[in-house]
């Protein structure tokens, strides 16, 4: 059950400091944790969920510097804290956001951004590569879109109804196909690159259409479980399963560059729905039953 409630307000520590959260960001992980209680943290409930927050920073504690008061800021938390008003967080932790940026475009870049671009680069692609992206309408298959595109691919855009699809193919995808119904493989073709969101079936059915020397990415599994395919089966096709392992620093920078990205209007990160803190159990329930496209914000203080 996700309920609102009231929580003392944090305090900075020593070289931490205070941000007053104007959104949160919501991740399809978040509700599976919800709703079983586990993932990929060690946390368990009873507690406070959200990993990114956006917002300006109000405070710093000992050992921090005064000037980062005032600054617009987003960053990630320790995996639980940040479906709150405030938060603290170490003051090396938040990324500055860049002029030209709005605060909710950061926030929707922020885990989604540095994802989608971890995948791209991890995928090594080339101009004329088919790409396959499953769950192309949500938050990070729509910005993966727009990446891939960017480098030269040809994007074929996999996602769930029309309006999906519609959204898809505005973001640049060249075609687009609904993994809803019966043969949708078929009409994807055959590809070099899957960037896989869904797992599952429907992450299989893609594995097939992979063309010798193809490369496979697999981030999520909005179906409820991974792709599982067997290294032996991919190695017997020619086909590559790429398991990206970035360290700290790089993951900075993919968020970075994903701000950088969005700050130029080169990224344009589609937020599908809003709700007010209070709804956030509403939010859940929205991306449990796809019925959101995007990104999905948490409304605090904006």
Do not use: C
Request: cysteine-free; aromatic content about 4%.
């Amino acid at each position: 059950m996700l309920v609102a409630g009231d929580a003392p307000d944090p305090v900075p520590g020593p070289g931490q400091v205070l941000v007053d959260v104007a959104y949160a960001n919501i991740t399809f992980v978040e509700t599976q944790f919800r709703a079983t209680g586990s993932g990929p943290s060690n946390a368990r409930p009873p507690l406070i969920p959200g990993n990114g927050v956006g917002g300006v920073i109000a405070a710093v504690g000992p050992e921090a510097d005064a000037a980062l008061v005032g600054r617009r800021v987003v960053s990630s938390l320790d995996g639980t804290g940040g479906y709150a008003s405030r938060v603290v967080v170490d003051a090396a932790s938040p990324y500055e956001v860049p002029a030209g940026l709005a605060l909710d475009e950061a926030v929707a870049l922020l885990a989604d951004g540095r994802t989608a671009t971890m995948l791209v680069r991890a995928a090594a692609l080339s101009p004329g590569d088919r790409v396959l992206v499953e769950a192309a309408a949500g938050g990070v298959g729509s910005l993966a879109v727009q990446l891939a595109k960017a480098a030269g691919a040809h994007v074929v855009a996999a996602a769930g109804g029309v309006r999906k699809l519609a959204l898809a193919r505005q973001l640049g995808a060249d075609a687009a196909v609904d993994y809803r119904e019966p043969g949708w493989a078929g009409r994807a073709g055959t590809v070099d690159v899957v960037l896989d969101g869904v797992g599952g079936e429907i992450a299989r059915a893609a594995f097939e259409l992979l063309a010798p020397g193809g490369r496979m990415l697999s981030y999520g599994l909005a179906s409820g479980s991974w792709a599982a395919i067997a290294p032996e089966a991919a190695a017997a096709r020619g086909v590559t399963l790429i398991r990206p392992r970035p360290t700290p620093a790089q993951l900075r920078e993919y968020v970075e560059s994903a701000l950088a990205e969005g700050a130029a209007g080169r990224l344009r990160p589609v937020i599908g729905q809003r709700f007010p803190l209070e709804r956030a159990s509403d939010a859940h329930a929205a991306i449990e039953s796809r019925a959101t496209i995007g990104k999905t914000l948490l409304e605090v203080g904006a």
